[in-house]
């Protein structure tokens, strides 16, 4: 009785699965409960990382970067015990992982995995988020918003085990809702999505990413968290010399976020060719955030507090200046030093210190022409988080619902596109892109490249091939390969190892004699395919060669198989195919 149950219940199970990936209908409900999942994940975190950075300052109410002062000076020991406690987790995390793996992240997952995450991963990224951002280093918590929403609808969709395509899209959704949760900004979520996750925009995932926003903002609400509004100025009049000046301050953000992305990149280089404090490094980078602190505590955290307390203050721009720079100080140590969070959050306060900064100069040269230092510091957000991030339409979304400002937008999109086109032309990746990029992968985006490295020539190859050993003659060749029962044989030496290949036709050539060798007649003997190759070597290999047939060979020249030019560029014909099926949303 017991087992007829369990079969029905999971044939019951199997049935469901079966009717989400068959269903768009029940493909958005399931994305509705992935933007549930991710607007309730990311209220906690908020909370968790709050309520670290009450025990360790004494916030409550105010924001932490809000604070004029650090009146208790012991405090500040919060920087380097949270980079403590990262060692210590790391230490664990060492104990029981084997063998040490890089962890990854919602951008890497879409981009080569297919959406597809561990929820240890998740689980790790989102805690060490928490506890550097909790401990003041200038980190955003995005990076644990975007992990967790997106790992979340990753354990669901494999659970579901929906396929590739849906399981990205599904990805998206998630990692978007939490963002969108974040700023009580479903539209901007929707589109962080869809240009930093899921690498492009298609019919078929328009509903599902956007419901799954949208539900994470009405979780949001319904737990009485505030939206993230900026007040703008109403009454204001936008020509051409505003344009103008605001399409150079969307050339001065892009190489302002260039030269940060630089600097992060020089930092962590140099930082990990110590071989002291070696795991100890998030203690120094602690320490050494401290004194930054102490100036300001608007170094401390992402900088939410900071950006609006500046607004309303608006303080003298040498003073935004050394803010400023303390402030890409403090980032930049924190992630060289092994802290671990995102710049989304502190680039929007990074652009707005340099908005206000630009508005300020242009009043002062003198040129006859102003700019309002409140609207300056949000086209500063956005073109810096653009260059940063990525994510043009992103960034204009996110400031059209955090002003509710329609005429502010045509300036915002125009300094969002500047920075973007030029951060694109001069340097190539967003920050997400280019530390991948450092530990050597090579996605400049996440698109979803990660069928190209599952086309390898070990996959693809073919197994029934004839092999005959380098001491053969004809004679034995033609005894054991007749004409028309095999085009080409391999030929291997005493222990396998790879010799070249032997043209059935060239073996029956009359003017050779029975008793003459094989050998001679072997053609790419230096030419064969390594098993893990893929299709990007595969390809240009068989048109240097001129070849329509090579091995495959391991590590140590062994054969494995044999591949075909005809057979690889039709694999990769079909997976071109089915890619541009799913993103019309063909299935």
Same mark, same amino acid.
């Given at each position: ?102 962890? =990854? ?386 030929? =291997? ?24 060798? =094989? ?69």
């Amino acid at each position: 009785m017991h087992r007829s149950w369990s079969t029905l219940f999971w044939s019951l199970a199997i049935r469901q699965r079966r009717r989400l990936r068959e269903s768009e209908a029940a493909f958005i409900l399931l994305a509705i409960l992935a933007g549930v999942a991710a607007g309730l994940i990311t209220n906690l975190l908020q909370l968790m990382a709050h309520g670290i950075q009450e025990l360790l300052y004494g916030v409550s109410i105010n924001r932490l970067s809000a604070l004029g002062e650090i009146r208790h000076l012991w405090r500040l020991l919060g920087l380097p015990l949270g980079g403590l406690a990262l060692v210590l987790l790391a230490r664990l995390l060492r104990r029981r992982q084997r063998p040490q793996r890089p962890l =990854i992240d919602v951008v890497e997952a879409n981009a080569l995995h297919g959406g597809r995450i561990p929820m240890a991963d998740n689980l790790v990224i989102a805690g060490q988020t928490i506890l550097s951002n909790g401990a003041g280093a200038s980190v955003g918590l995005e990076a644990a918003y975007a992990q967790m929403g997106g790992g979340v609808a990753s354990l669901l969709g494999q659970w579901l085990k929906l396929r590739r395509n849906d399981l990205r899209t599904l990805v998206g959704a998630g990692a978007g809702a939490g963002v969108g949760a974040a700023f009580g900004a479903p539209l901007a979520g929707a589109f962080y999505a869809f240009e930093i996750v899921i690498g492009h925009y298609t019919p078929a995932a328009i509903a599902p990413v956007v419901a799954a926003a949208l539900s994470a903002a009405f979780v949001t609400r319904a737990l009485g968290v505030e939206p993230w509004l900026i007040a703008t100025t109403a009454d204001r009049i936008l020509g051409t010399a505003d344009y103008l000046l605001y399409a150079l301050l969307g050339l001065i953000c892009a190489g302002l976020g260039i030269l940060i992305m630089r600097m992060v990149t020089f930092a962590e280089m140099r930082v990990q060719g110590w071989t002291w404090p070696g795991r100890w490094k998030p203690v120094i980078g602690g320490l050494l955030l401290m004194p930054l602190a102490w100036l300001t505590p608007q170094t401390l955290s992402a900088g939410h507090g900071a950006l609006h307390l500046n607004l309303i203050l608006l303080p003298d721009w040498t003073v935004l200046l050394m803010i400023l720079c303390l402030k890409i100080a403090a980032s930049v140590i924190s992630l060289s030093f092994g802290f671990r969070g995102g710049l989304f959050f502190a680039s929007l306060f990074l652009g707005s210190l340099a908005g206000q900064i630009f508005a300020q100069i242009v009043d002062i040269v003198g040129i006859g022409w102003s700019l309002d230092p409140n609207d300056a510091a949000l086209v500063g957000m956005a073109a810096l988080s653009v260059a940063i991030v990525g994510g043009p339409m992103t960034l204009g979304l996110l400031m059209l619902e955090t002003t509710h400002d329609f005429q502010l937008m045509g300036v915002v999109l125009t300094a969002s596109l500047l920075s973007s086109a030029v951060t694109r032309e001069m340097f190539g990746y967003s920050f997400s892109t280019w530390r991948l990029h450092l530990r050597g992968s090579t996605i400049r985006s996440p698109r979803d490249i990660g069928w190209v490295m599952n086309l390898t020539a070990g996959r693809m190859m073919r197994r029934d091939w004839v092999s005959v050993p380098d001491t053969m003659s004809v004679g034995q060749f033609r005894a054991l390969v007749p004409l028309g029962s095999a085009s080409k044989a391999i030929m =291997i030496d005493g222990a396998g190892g790879y010799r070249g290949i032997v043209p059935t036709a060239a073996a029956y050539r009359p003017e050779l004699a029975e008793d003459a060798p =094989i050998a001679p007649l072997a053609t790419m003997a230096d030419i064969s395919l390594r098993a893990d190759a893929d299709i990007r070597a595969i390809l240009p290999l068989f048109d240097k060669a001129a070849a329509d047939e090579l091995a495959v060979v391991d590590e140590s020249g062994l054969v494995l198989g044999v591949l075909t030019e005809k057979h690889a560029r039709r694999r990769y014909f079909e997976e071109i195919e089915s890619s541009q099926r799913a993103l019309f949303g063909e299935g």
